[in-house]
């Protein structure tokens, strides 16, 4: 029988458990109608206090024009937005957006430095709800 947690107290989310929380977005083949409200929605979340967010856009295909758009994206304060293309190389396997996302987790920590650090990853379709990481 499942068991309710109560709901926790209202000040239970002030104080960060990270300083740095990276979000991925990986996408595969998917056009910038579908990629480009979720990145409006994740970039506009509500940020906790103290806390620098990391966007990464993970483009299989190196598209031009996704790149184009997400460098030129405007983010508030504490939000930077990366474009991360995977380049594919012939007779290494490809293994679509898990293949993104290791190469990318690779590039980001390289040095094993994540101490104080969050990863979310969120589909190229999904619409996270603005609170998200102040629930987290």
């Known amino acids: 029988r499942w068991k309710s947690r109560p709901e926790p107290p209202p000040d239970a989310f002030l104080t960060p458990k990270f300083h740095t929380i990276r979000i991925m977005i990986p996408t595969y083949k998917e056009p910038l109608d579908v990629v480009g409200p979720t990145i409006q ?5 509500d940020v906790p206090q103290g806390i620098e967010i990391h966007v990464y856009v993970l483009d299989d295909g190196r598209r031009k024009y996704m790149e184009d758009y997400v460098l030129g994206l405007k983010t508030k ?6 474009y991360m293309g995977r380049p594919k190389l012939e007779g290494v396997p490809h293994h679509a957006k898990a293949g993104n996302i290791n190469h990318t987790l690779r ?10 650090e969050a990863c979310v990853i969120f589909d190229a379709d999904f619409m996270p709800r603005r609170n998200y990481l102040l629930r987290v």
Do not use: A, L
Not at 41 to 45: A, G, I, K, P, Y
Not at 77 to 82: A, K, M, R, T
Not at 107 to 116: R, V
């Open 41 to 45: 929605e994740v970039t506009h979340m």
């Open 107 to 116: 590039f980001i920590y390289d040095h094993g430095k994540t101490e104080g």
């Open 77 to 82: 304060q504490h939000v930077y937005i990366h």
